[in-house]
């Protein structure tokens, strides 16, 4: 907060007559203080995206081209079924400036972690077009900016390659594109989580608290058109359920 003191003058007179300044501290003598206050313009948004899943097929738009998720009962079911990746959905997004907010709610029932990923496709730079992820899990929280991180096809050449010299090349090349914090979340139980990624800064919140924050030069990839769902599990019966799924194409907030 920026603060402006305004100080009142003593009766010291100059050259022997009283001081002009004491008339304008007279007037001021009741303030202690004038608080300035940044005005700040709340960043527009658009709907681009509302799910509730109410229906028994994905539909055209929402699908999984790794078949893992379904709808049942109202939500989406994720699981992963092929031993070396996890379950996928994908659906396209319309981003003009590349920020978006997501929000959905979703219950462990026995997966160890789910991604959201915002991605393009057409991206050489990157492998499979990965640019911005989060990957939860019951005990953690990474953010990855996956342009200018692990998913840098240098980056990950490096990591891929046997080499524990290279492999340690590539995590340090990585690290400041990684964020990870610690969660303590239970299965069987629903959680709200919202994704924001605004230029180059992306934060998580869960319940409504600040999880998790990442300030990485490739988050400001002016287009991912691409979101993606991926849940992970070492069998097929472990899942994670999805409800209320909205995306929100988002402005810059000015200050």
């Given at each position: 907060?920026?603060?402006?003191?305004?100080?009142?003058?003593?009766?010291?007179?100059?050259?022997?007559?009283?001081s002009?300044?004491?008339?304008?501290?007279?007037?001021?003598?009741s303030?202690?203080?004038?608080?300035?206050?940044?005005?700040?313009?709340?960043?527009?948004?658009?709907?681009?995206?509302?799910?509730?899943?109410?229906?028994?097929?994905?539909?055209?738009?929402?699908?999984?081209?790794?078949?893992?998720?379904?709808?049942?009962?109202?939500?989406?079911?994720?699981?992963?079924?092929?031993?070396?990746?996890?379950?996928?959905?994908?659906?396209?997004?319309?981003?003009?400036?590349?920020?978006?907010?997501?929000?959905?709610?979703?219950?462990?029932?026995?997966?160890?972690?789910f991604?959201?990923?915002?991605?393009?496709?057409?991206?050489?730079?990157?492998?499979?077009?990965?640019?911005?992820?989060?990957?939860?899990?019951?005990?953690?929280?990474?953010?990855?900016d996956?342009?200018?991180?692990?998913?840098?096809?240098?980056?990950?050449?490096?990591?891929?390659?046997g080499?524990?010299?290279?492999?340690?090349?590539?995590?340090?090349?990585?690290?400041?594109?990684?964020?990870?914090?610690?969660?303590?979340?239970?299965?069987?139980?629903?959680?709200?989580?919202?994704?924001?990624?605004?230029?180059?800064?992306?934060?998580?919140?869960?319940?409504?608290?600040?999880?998790?924050?990442?300030?990485?030069?490739?988050?400001?990839?002016?287009?991912?058109?691409?979101?993606?769902?991926?849940?992970?599990?070492?069998?097929?019966?472990?899942?994670?359920?999805?409800?209320?799924?909205?995306?929100?194409?988002?402005?810059?907030?000015?200050?």
């Amino acid at each position: 907060m920026n603060s402006l003191k305004l100080i009142r003058c003593d009766s010291s007179s100059i050259h022997g007559r009283p001081s002009p300044l004491n008339n304008i501290a007279t007037i001021f003598t009741s303030i202690a203080m004038v608080t300035l206050v940044p005005h700040t313009h709340a960043a527009e948004s658009k709907v681009i995206w509302v799910d509730s899943f109410e229906r028994r097929e994905l539909g055209p738009d929402l699908r999984s081209m790794i078949p893992d998720f379904r709808i049942e009962d109202g939500v989406l079911k994720g699981r992963q079924r092929k031993p070396d990746h996890g379950g996928s959905a994908h659906r396209p997004i319309q981003l003009p400036n590349g920020n978006v907010r997501i929000e959905l709610r979703f219950n462990f029932q026995g997966a160890r972690s789910f991604n959201l990923s915002c991605d393009d496709r057409s991206c050489q730079k990157v492998h499979a077009g990965h640019i911005a992820r989060i990957t939860v899990q019951p005990n953690r929280l990474t953010l990855f900016d996956d342009k200018e991180g692990v998913m840098r096809l240098d980056i990950r050449k490096l990591r891929k390659s046997g080499d524990p010299e290279k492999k340690a090349e590539g995590d340090r090349l990585s690290a400041d594109a990684t964020a990870r914090f610690p969660l303590s979340l239970q299965q069987d139980r629903w959680y709200q989580l919202r994704l924001e990624i605004v230029a180059d800064v992306m934060k998580v919140w869960i319940d409504g608290k600040l999880a998790g924050n990442l300030k990485s030069a490739g988050l400001k990839h002016p287009t991912k058109p691409d979101l993606r769902i991926g849940v992970w599990g070492s069998h097929p019966s472990h899942e994670v359920h999805f409800d209320d799924l909205r995306v929100h194409s988002i402005g810059n907030t000015v200050p």
